[in-house]
């Protein structure tokens, strides 16, 4: 009877909220009158902890692949209805290739299917895609499938989605050097020339901004290989919730944290928030 009692008791207590605790809005609405003054032009995710989610749920690991892609199509667009301008999201490193066959195999028919389902919709949003890494080694299907979506939106002028897919950062600066090396054999540029901007020239995201916020799920604090020379300024945001449980709010909670920072780039002021130069 006591128990009986003092359970109810607890129950009651705990299902009243005290006043001082604000609820973050869940619907959409409410998310986006609570946006930031101070967005982030180009925003860049590793979307990390599909693996786990699964596991947590006695799922296979392609099933987190699977959430983790229904997680990714929200955050796309919501980066586009809040007007963010780039937004590079990490889908499949150069590493990734070492995962089991089984795994491998769910995530490029992920990237197949999500191709054709998604293709419309983003097109329609004025999305402009562009692959971050070495299309050609991907497989025919896949390969044929990305090259299709970058050339269908290459004229679009909304939010230009850099998805990184066969993708490794030390790769990606060789290349550039590469290049470079062989402009200067021939003749085309001196040594001189080689400096911060004819460099980035070289990058997958050539003619883009530095990435000014990254964000990474699931606990984890590394770079693990994503954008090296991009990113050298960047503020970073570490979530602990897996990425297939990364919603709109998760995403504003980033944005806010990001707006909180003081941008200094090394000197003494926020260029963003002082005007200077
Ligand atoms: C990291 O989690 C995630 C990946 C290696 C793949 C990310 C891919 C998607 C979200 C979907 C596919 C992308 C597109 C564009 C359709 P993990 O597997 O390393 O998780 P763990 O650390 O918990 O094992």
Avoid at 51 to 58: D, F, H, K, Q, S
Avoid at 135 to 145: C, S, T
Avoid at 203 to 211: E, I, K, N, R
Avoid at 249 to 258: I, P, V
């Amino acid at each position: 009877m006591f128990t009986d009692k003092l359970s109810k008791l607890m129950n009651n207590l705990l299902r009243r909220q005290p006043s001082y605790i604000t609820v973050t809005p869940t619907t959409p609405a409410l998310a986006e009158t609570a946006l930031p003054d101070k967005l982030p032009t180009h925003v860049a995710i590793i979307m990390d902890g599909n693996g786990r989610w699964a596991t947590e749920r006695n799922l296979p690991r392609s099933a987190g692949h699977a959430a983790g892609t229904e997680a990714l199509r929200e955050i796309i667009r919501t980066s586009s209805d809040w007007g963010i301008k780039h937004l590079t999201i990490y889908a499949f490193s150069t590493e990734n290739w070492a995962r089991s066959k089984e795994e491998v195999n769910a995530l490029m028919s992920l990237l197949l299917k999500y191709f054709s389902s998604e293709i419309d919709e983003l097109d329609e949003k004025k999305v402009r895609i562009l692959i971050l890494g070495d299309v050609e080694g991907l497989p025919e299907a896949q390969r044929d499938a990305v090259k299709k979506a970058m050339e269908r939106t290459k004229n679009n002028t909304g939010l230009r989605l850099n998805i990184a897919l066969n993708y490794g950062g030390r790769a990606e600066l060789i290349r550039a050097a590469k290049s470079l090396a062989e402009k200067v054999k021939d003749g085309t540029m001196t040594a001189e020339q080689i400096d911060q901007d004819t460099f980035a020239a070289e990058l997958y995201t050539a003619g883009q901004p530095d990435v000014d916020l990254l964000i990474r799920t699931s606990g984890e604090y590394r770079l693990s290989n994503f954008l090296p020379w991009q990113t050298t300024y960047a503020e970073m945001v570490f979530d602990k919730i897996y990425w297939p449980d990364f919603d709109r709010n998760a995403y504003l909670k980033a944005l806010r944290e990001y707006a909180s920072r003081s941008r200094r780039f090394g000197g003494v002021t926020d260029p963003k928030v002082n005007g200077a130069k």
